[in-house]
């Protein structure tokens, strides 16, 4: 990565995709870390979102950016001279910015996934010869995942064996997924790309291990189709103006949100994006339950699954190892409240009434010949993603140290993707894949 600013001088950022993601990125630069970063520039291919921003950054009291349409790219870089930029456009076209950036002599910070296919991620590979990418995997952040990363560091149960992962996506969240282009699996990957990377991240960052080997199951069980068989489906294409849609559970409902209604609904008519498609409209390409087998180069295995309708939304993740077994238990909701059946998720309700769902955190060590400890975890900071978020923007942003080494590098970003990718492939064939059959990290 660069080198620090001369005092007195800020680090330039742009950013390239002004959707929803962004604003986080967008409100940490300009406002949260203002003393030593500043928001130079904004690019997308639609300029009613790029607007929302600016307007959005004035009403934080911050300057508006300079704003480029996409193809403006590299201009963008040398007129504003920009020395970071911060990608979170649509997952298959991360690659481009990446590449464009890096040969710009530009760091990159990145949304996740990385890309979406092995030939994309090998150019990054080649092109990121002196670890100018990070990837913004805000998971690695959390209270909970750090202290898990310290205690497994720390021995407290000896050799990993294996690990069992559980991750439900409920019906408000993992639905969400089938409303927007996640659905086309050309453009997210497909769930095991798009989501579970962050999953695959995780282990490989707590164990210091490498995908070698992944057998996969997967498909799409619930949605698209499936929602006429079970009875769901009401027969919209989209729920903006369709009456059948108006009380339907997994309805998003943008003109009720003027946050979303101002990104999405004011955006249409220059690209023709529509963010409240029917979950179960026909042709969505990616699954929506997924069984994965992992085995790495530590000797470790992992089974993994996910869910994405699941009726409650948080994870199970346990590691047997040589002196004990290390639980960590995350409800982040209990169940979906109907009345936020068809926000997006974290959307809070109108009036001062709290949903009516619960969470919990437990962590709980598990020594041989003992009873089991719940070990203490800090109660998780308030913002996006328990804390998360602010976490990776204070070392991405403010110079924050790292010490248990948070920070994802491009070779990070490639073994959670291929991970991945080697399930879709052994979804495909239906055969064991090697991970480096589609690409040997070195
Ligand atoms: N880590 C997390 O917790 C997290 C959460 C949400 C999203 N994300 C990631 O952030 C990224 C954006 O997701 P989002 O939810 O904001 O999606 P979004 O649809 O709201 O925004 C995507 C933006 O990219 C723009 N875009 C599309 N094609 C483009 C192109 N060729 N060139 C330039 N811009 C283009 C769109 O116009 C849109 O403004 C994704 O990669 C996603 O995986 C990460």
Known sequence: MSTPKPAGQRHRYALVGTGARAEMFVGAIA???????????????????????????TGLGAAPAALYPAEKFTAMLDETGADTVV???????????????????????????????????????????????????????KPAHEKVRTLLASGVIGEIGSVHFEWLLDVRHGADYFRRWHRDKASSGGLLVHKSGHHFDLVNWWLGARPERVYAQGRLFFYGENGSRHGYDRGYERVHGSPEAASDPFALHLADNPGLAELYLGAEEHDGYLRDRNVFAPGASIEDDMSVLVGYDTGASMTYHLTAYAPWEGYRVMFNGSAGRLELEVVENDHVDPRTAGHVKGAALHGAEAPAERGATRLTLHPFWR???????????????????????????GGATDP??????????????????????????????????LLALT
């Open 31 to 57: 406002v949260d870390h203002a003393e030593r970063a500043e928001l130079v520039a904004l690019a997308d291919t639609n300029p009613a979102r790029l607007a929302a921003h600016n307007r959005r950054l």
């Open 87 to 141: 990608v979170t456009t649509v997952d298959s076209t991360h690659d481009e910015y990446i590449l464009a950036a890096l040969a710009a002599g530009r760091d990159v910070i990145t949304e996740k996934p990385m890309t979406v296919d092995a030939e994309r991620c090998r150019r990054i590979l080649d092109a990121d010869t002196d670890g100018r990418v990070r990837v913004a995997f805000n998971y690695r952040f």
């Open 404 to 437: 248990l080494d948070r920070s994802a590098t491009s070779r990070d970003g490639a073994a959670a993707l291929l991970t991945g990718l080697a399930a879709n492939a052994s979804i495909a064939c239906g055969e064991a894949v090697a991970v480096a059959d």
């Open 371 to 397: 009873p089991p400890e719940s070990v203490e975890l800090p109660s998780s900071p308030a913002g996006g993603h328990g804390g998360a978020d602010a976490a990776m923007t204070a070392v991405l942003f």
